[in-house]
């Protein structure tokens, strides 16, 4: 009942924080959370002039760490992005560890972990959701995120704490990885980074211009200058020059990347079945989800065809009960629904027993496509995993 509470607490501020709720109660929350939002922006700012100026000082891990983040709170599409990187940088020689925080994962029982910390059994360690062989842990007590990207990267290590210098001194001296991708790092700052790449939603670039808890922002737009690169995600090929020219005034020297977020097939949740994209043209479907941006995902839905008649969101990271799924079910079977459709990152918070139903369950499997930048692209690839060979010191003869 508690959580039940609080979430949907939590879906009245954000309708609040995003103008979809109105009268007295969210004009008072509204004020209060613009009070707020001042004093947050005072705190990051200050944060940022005390590293920068060396006041606090960040760790090296002694290898390569690229931070993948944001300047907003959720539906960037980081996770296929922060996907393709590991990808890649494996395929041409790295080994690479993605270090998460594991937002929303289950820790070890109460306990068990009053024991190893008073009997000595077991120092901290990170959580190891794939040790690049196998994988180890399960959602919940990996994070959705984190065990998405174990699962489909297959032979990438992840590691989740929320100390993540932490996890990533583990991954380099135990793990002996050469290269470190910090998911969601932008912000997390005691970890040295070579490289930050900073991804904005080309739909809603700086949220609703307003720092947290007031808005979707973690920082000023400003802070964009600290970017190496920037992507502009979701991209549909249509011209962002504005964007372009606003990112412009807060970056004049990072490399731009266009990409899209390009959706390849369906795949059913419990019996792994695959169909093809245009399958689902004409089909009568129900739409579930718990995601930052759920009409994104939607509006994708009947971009392929298919006539969505009915929808149900929950707030982010939810975690689906045996009972909410069946009451989805139920409704969808009065209404003679074709099949049910989530998002891949909503398919790991689903319940582990297949329902006792018929209804068929599939999450769309979305993967990165660049659009423009292709020669960027490349050239950080080049970068990363082809480093200029330092030259032989020049001889001498007498």
Wanted: glycine share 6%.
């Amino acid at each position: 009942m508690f959580r039940r509470w609080l979430e949907e607490f939590e879906q009245f501020a954000i309708d609040v924080i995003l103008e979809r709720r109105y009268g007295k109660r969210a004009l008072l929350l509204r004020w209060f959370l613009l009070g707020l939002s001042g004093l947050f922006t005072r705190i990051v700012q200050t944060r940022l002039w005390l590293y920068r100026n060396r006041i606090l000082r960040e760790t090296s891990p002694g290898c390569l760490v690229i931070s993948i983040g944001n300047l907003t709170v959720g539906g960037t599409g980081k996770t296929p992005v922060v996907e393709k990187f590991a990808r890649t940088l494996q395929d041409n020689g790295r080994r690479v560890a993605i270090l998460s925080r594991g937002y929303k994962s289950k820790k070890p029982p109460l306990l068990r972990r009053l024991q190893r910390k008073w009997l000595g059994l077991e120092r901290r360690k990170s959580r190891l959701v794939h040790d690049g062989k196998k994988l180890l842990l399960d959602s919940r007590f990996a994070g959705d995120e984190p065990f998405m990207l174990a699962r489909s990267l297959k032979n990438v290590i992840v590691l989740v704490d929320k100390n993540r210098v932490r996890a990533a001194l583990h991954a380099v001296h135990e793990l002996k990885c050469d290269t470190l991708l910090l998911d969601d790092g932008m912000q997390y700052l005691p970890l040295k980074h070579r490289l930050d790449i900073c991804l904005i939603d080309r739909q809603a670039p700086f949220g609703n211009e307003y720092l947290l808890p007031r808005g979707t922002l973690r920082e000023p737009p400003e802070n964009l200058r600290r970017a190496s690169y920037i992507f502009i995600t979701k991209s549909d090929g249509s011209d962002n020059s504005a964007l372009v020219d606003r990112i412009r005034t807060y970056n004049r020297t990072a490399e731009i990347i266009e990409c899209s977020h390009q959706a390849l097939y369906l795949k059913n949740l419990y019996t792994e079945e695959r169909h093809p994209l245009d399958w689902l043209k004409g089909k009568y479907i129900g739409a579930l989800s718990g995601i930052a941006r759920p009409e994104s995902f939607e509006e994708k839905l009947v971009a392929l065809g298919a006539k969505l008649e009915i929808t149900k969101r929950f707030a982010d990271h939810h975690r689906f009960s045996e009972r909410e799924l069946d009451d989805f079910v139920a409704r969808c079977i009065r209404r003679d629904m074709d099949c049910i459709v989530t998002t891949e990152k909503d398919s790991v918070r689903f319940p582990y027993q297949p329902p006792s139903h018929e209804m068929p369950i599939y999450f769309l499997r979305v993967e990165i496509d660049i659009l423009t930048g292709h020669e960027s692209w490349q050239s950080l690839v080049n970068r990363i995993c082809k480093p200029p060979a330092l030259k032989p010191p020049e001889r001498f003869f007498a």
